[in-house]
């Protein structure tokens, strides 16, 4: 039952998601678009997105990621909207010698899964030893204590919330309709009951007690998307990693700019200094942090107000400043600026989840979610997903269905996920830095 373009489509969550569909059914002719987000700006600062850069990196251990995020790369190389925001830099991807087997192993597989695919043909530069890193990254001054892995030239990063702020922009241009704070704080899905069990998503109430009726509703709420369909909670938890950033002088900036991006594994990851910031972001990447509740019936959910997120816990303080003093030792005991916790919606084994939402009937209700913390480098395609999804009416992969979830501990969050260093752990287990 194809969507008529004319028709309300109304898209809940101005995040990476949600303004990638925006902007696609509207440059597809949809003429009734609108989105709801509850920050009362685009881009939000609830979004997973919000940060000065994210990684665009294309190698996964397993392929049917490679080939997506390869067709993403390719958009953020030549896409007159997402080109101006994207940096080549390659991506580091290493280890240190204190790495634990199940680190080593995971660079073992990226390594193979790169070298053995012919997309990276020429871009690879193997990286043995710390004196093979400095050539490739020579404004790294500290000991690099056992780092060995590789170099791809095939990835770089996107400067995030400008990325984001553009796509905003061009759905503006092109009559999307945008409702932001209160109006546009979605507060429940509205059903109309129909024959059967089923029932008929009709649109949704925002805060401000206006109902926006549509035809097809598509909830994009990143990690808070549980809040907004609980039915989808036993799927996903949400789960959160903190950044933070060093302040660098113009000057200083200059002098370390044109680093690749640069994950070590076992540790975090870090770009090079911002070109109109001169910030370094950097987080540590641990097994990432759930918020679980029990007023949420046992449910991880993100925070409530922006100001709850504003810190980095103890462990994150500590991870960086060891990084650092590996790589950049003389800005390693610097403020560390900026702190926040950036939240994702998990699942138990990464797959998006990207359908219909089941018993509810006329393709009135769809989800894009379960991005696992990988989804900012999707942008300039997930808008093409959703538009499949609603001309197909229905998922034909069936990795990214709806489905009941298959690895989880018993308090059903996802249990160990192979490509992250350690177990997930929850933030009230987890002391504060004291500042
Ligand atoms: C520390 C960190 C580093 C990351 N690094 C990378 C990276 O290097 N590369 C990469 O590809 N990905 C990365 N990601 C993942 C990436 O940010 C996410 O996959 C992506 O943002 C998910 O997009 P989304 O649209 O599903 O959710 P979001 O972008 O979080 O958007 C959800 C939106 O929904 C809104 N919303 C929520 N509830 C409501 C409501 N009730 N009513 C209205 N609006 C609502 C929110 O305000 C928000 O704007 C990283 C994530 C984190 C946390
Ligand atoms: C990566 O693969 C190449 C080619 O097979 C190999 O020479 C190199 O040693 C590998 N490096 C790592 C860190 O596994
Ligand atoms: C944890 O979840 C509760 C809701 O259950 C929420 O009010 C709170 O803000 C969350 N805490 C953080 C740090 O996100
Ligand atoms: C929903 O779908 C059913 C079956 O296809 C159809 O009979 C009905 O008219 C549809 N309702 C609406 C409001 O589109």
Redesign the pocket.
């Known amino acids: 039952m194809p969507l008529n373009k004319s028709e309300p489509v109304l898209i ?8 990638s569909t925006a902007h696609k059914l509207a440059t597809l002719g949809h003429t009734n678009v609108a989105v ?4 009362d700006r ?10 000065l ?5 294309s190698e996964y251990i397993d392929p049917f990621y490679t080939d997506v995020a390869l067709q993403a790369i390719r958009q953020w190389q030549t896409s007159p909207l997402y080109q101006p925001h994207f940096r080549q830099v390659g991506f580091l991807n290493v280890i240190t010698g204190e790495a634990p087997p199940v680190v080593q192993n995971a660079l073992f597989k990226y390594n193979k899964s790169v070298a053995e695919n012919p997309a990276f043909d020429g871009y690879l530069v193997p990286c043995q030893d710390a004196a093979a890193i400095r050539k490739v990254a020579s404004q790294f001054t500290g000991e690099l204590p056992g780092w060995k892995g590789y170099l791809n030239r095939l990835a770089g ?1 996107a400067q ?1 919330s400008n990325a984001m702020q553009a796509v905003y922009k061009e759905c503006v241009k092109l009559g999307v309709v945008f409702h932001v704070g209160l109006a ?4 429940e899905l509205l059903y109309e009951a129909t024959d059967g069990n089923d029932k008929m998503c009709i649109g949704a109430r ?1 805060k401000d007690g206006v109902v926006h009726t549509a035809r097809t509703t598509i909830v ?6 549980a ?2 369909l609980p039915a989808i909670g036993p799927q996903i938890s949400a789960v ?4 933070s950033h060093i302040q660098l002088t113009p000057s200083e900036s200059e002098a370390l700019r044109g680093f690749p991006v640069t994950t070590v594994r076992d540790i975090g ?1 870090f770009f090079e200094p911002d070109p109109a910031t001169h910030k370094i972001k950097i ?1 540590y990447m641990g097994g990432g942090y759930t918020n679980v509740t029990a007023q949420k019936g046992g449910l991880s959910v993100p925070y409530a107000s922006l100001a709850e997120s504003e810190y980095i816990p103890e462990k994150d303080v500590k991870q960086t400043r060891r990084l650092l003093r590996q790589v950049l030792p003389h800005i390693a005991e610097r403020p560390l600026i900026d702190q926040h916790l ?4 998990d699942t138990g084994n990464s797959d998006f989840i990207i359908d219909f939402v089941p018993g509810t009937t006329n393709n009135s209700l769809a989800v ?2 379960g ?8 942008m300039p395609i ?1 808008g093409d997903w959703a538009a499949d999804l609603l001309s197909n009416g229905e998922q034909k992969l069936p990795r990214w269905r709806w489905r009941e979830p298959k690895v989880a501990d018993k308090d059903g969050r996802p249990t160990h996920i192979a490509w992250r260093a350690t177990a997930t752990i929850d933030l009230s287990s987890t002391p504060r830095a004291k500042l």
Not at 342 to 345: I, R, S, T
């Open positions: 809940i969550g101005a995040g990476t998601f949600g303004l709801l987000e509850k920050d685009v881009p939000s600062r609830f979004s997973g997105g919000f940060d850069n994210k990684i665009i990196r990063y995030a546009g704080e979605v507060e925002t994009a709420a990143g990690g808070f998307v809040n907004v959160c990693w903190g950044v990851f987080c950036c939240w994702v919606a894009l979610s991005d696992s913390g990988h989804g900012f480098k999707m997930v």
